[in-house]
């Protein structure tokens, strides 16, 4: 199991949705607060043949970066999944990704171990052109490829998502690249925004409450469905599932919590237990 993306997040039906247009600006008046946060999982609901009788894990995301010199995202998740059966995986998700403050560069790099044995390692960058967005892939092997020119990178998605729900807009349908899995998946996302949470409103327990500066901002509830790229004629007749869902609160300033994780056979949450809010590197 990985995590999605935050930066990097179960919806069937096709509705109407608001789509970027080609080669857009990125989210105007948007900013981004470098911190670093961690999550723990445990197991909510599981069913299916596939179900776990139990998951223990954290998730550590540390963000930094600005506006000038673009977006850094280094991202752990550590997670124990149990069967039930006598037999337990253990995952380790280790990823670090640049993504220019433009968007119109993309640096990834990530390696996945499961039971300390090294899995899928992936390596390369993505660079926004006037026709398509260009990946050069150097692992797991060398490979040039081009997506469609309205994809794009996590924090631009990210960012979209605040810009869309700060104009009380409710639906969100975007092709997002974040150099998951082997490099070459292109994921279609439909986001619902939820209605806004006003600052100081239903005060959260966790590790946010004790930052005072949250209590100032809005949140939203969001909730993400990824959609596989490829099967996108059968999404819109009503006919795929998506790959995995993502639901949590977004602050404005980008902090997430109330992490959910949706997958086919189970369901999983992440509460943030710590928060450290950065200091933020000037413009030069």
């Known amino acids: ?59 550590l995301y540390d963000f930094s970066g600005n506006a000038c010199d673009g977006y850094d995202l ?15 995986v253990l995952s380790d998700l280790n990823s670090t990704t640049w993504e220019d403050a433009d968007a119109k560069a993309f640096r990834f790099s990530s390696q996945n171990r499961m039971n300390e044995q090294t899995g899928d390692v992936v390596n390369g960058e993505a660079e926004r052109r006037a026709k398509a967005v260009a990946i050069s892939l150097t692992k ?24 869309a729900a700060r104009a009380s807009t409710t639906m969100l349908e975007l092709p997002v690249y974040d150099g998951s899995e082997t490099g070459e998946k292109l994921y279609n996302t439909f986001t619902l925004i939820g209605k806004a949470v006003a600052p100081g409103e239903k005060p959260p327990a966790d590790a946010g409450a004790k930052v005072p500066a949250l209590a100032k901002l809005t949140r939203w509830p969001v909730t993400i ?51 450290e809010m950065k200091k933020e590197k000037p413009c030069k």
């Open 140 to 163: 797991p092997k060398h490979k040039a490829l081009r997506i469609p020119p309205n994809a794009v990178f996590p924090t631009e998605h990210m960012r979209r998502i605040i810009a």
């Open 1 to 59: 199991m990985t995590f999605p993306a935050l930066p990097r997040l179960m919806l069937a039906a096709a509705l109407a949705a608001v789509a970027l247009p080609a080669a857009a600006a990125p989210a105007d008046g948007v900013s981004l607060a470098p911190h670093r946060a961690v999550y723990d999982l445990k197991l909510v609901k599981s069913h299916g043949s596939r179900g776990l009788a139990a998951v223990r894990g954290r998730i």
């Open 225 to 275: 469905s990824y959609f596989d790229q490829l099967a996108e004629s059968e999404r819109r007749k009503g006919e795929q599932t998506p790959v995995y869902v993502i639901a949590f609160e977004l602050y404005e300033n980008g902090i997430s919590r109330k992490l959910v994780l949706y997958y086919p056979d189970f369901t999983i949450s992440g509460e943030m237990t710590s928060l």
């Open 74 to 88: 280094k991202f752990r998740q550590v997670s124990e999944l149990d069967s039930g059966e006598g037999k337990t």
